[in-house]
């Protein structure tokens, strides 16, 4: 296999009887989650779950500036709303929070848009000092789903989720793991062995019972009720935004390497 295909994928090990690895990679474009990646993604995670591997760390490496630069933008033109529900994003998201059992998310250097909600779904997220999450999708007009939403609403107090969506704010390391998105924070040579520690621990408890505990808590979790009349507003809001030329200028100014010129149409 050339270097060039390499550089491209996603790979799944057993790394110790009761532990899996799945490390993706897209380094021409700083670990984007392309279509290919997040496939690869998908049907890693199905495998492993075929094979009943109880804990799973994710992640793209160790060290470099970049965990993922989240969705790749260069294929927007082809799904205008990439957050609905069959995208590929959205699938692997549902399968990383119903894999049955633990998955870790295993992040060295900055995370941003989709990425981040990748991040969030896994069950743990251990982290280094150089770790930082950033949502995006104002930058490019692109309304976030009410489901994502509703994924950072149960993690963050609601005047940082706004910040982080409103300004595109980063939320470095430090206040990552003061505000409970990340649950553990180590230097950078430490990460593998704390995300091993963790994993360790968990596999080494009956895979059953933490299956159904988790099982509980995405249940727990999904159990919000909106009125219908709401979702119906929200979804006109979305499709007029997706819809709307700011997000052709986002995208547009994206590529171009310039700031964006909204109209607010």
């Not at 692997?92 to 998955?103: D, E, K, M, Q, S």
């Not at 005047?159 to 990552?176: I, Q, S, T, W, Y």
Request: proline share 4%; aromatic share 6%.
């Amino acid at each position: 296999m050339s270097a060039a295909a390499e550089a491209v994928g996603v790979t799944a090990e057993l790394i110790e009887e009761r532990i899996g690895k799945v490390v993706f990679r897209n380094r021409a474009r700083r670990h984007a989650l392309s279509a290919a990646v997040l496939e690869g993604l998908e049907a890693r995670l199905a495998e492993l779950a075929a094979r009943r591997v109880p804990v799973v760390i994710l992640g793209s490496g160790i060290g470099e500036t970049v965990w993922s630069s989240g969705h790749d933008l260069g294929e927007f033109s082809e799904e205008r709303d990439p957050l609905a529900w069959g995208r590929p994003l959205e699938r692997v998201l549902r399968r990383v929070r119903a894999y049955p059992g633990v998955v870790i998310a295993m992040v060295s250097g900055t995370v941003w848009g989709g990425a981040v909600d990748l991040a969030m779904s896994c069950d743990l997220v251990v982290a280094d000092m150089s770790a930082c999450f950033t949502m995006t999708p104002a930058n490019i007009g692109l309304p976030y789903s009410t489901s994502g939403l509703l994924r950072f609403f149960g993690n963050l107090p609601i005047h940082v989720l706004k910040e982080m969506f409103f300004c595109a704010a980063p939320l470095d390391a430090g206040r990552a793991l003061h505000f409970g998105v990340v649950n553990r924070l180590v230097e950078s040579e430490a990460l593998e062995a704390a995300a091993l520690d963790i994993a360790r621990g968990i596999a080494a408890k009956a895979p059953l019972a933490v299956r159904a505990v988790k099982e509980q808590l995405r249940v727990l979790e999904d159990m919000r009720p909106v009125p219908v009349e709401a979702m119906e507003q929200i979804a006109e809001l979305r499709r007029a935004a997706c819809a709307g030329s700011d997000m052709e200028e986002g995208l547009a100014a994206f590529s171009q390497r310039r700031a964006a010129r909204f109209t607010g149409e």
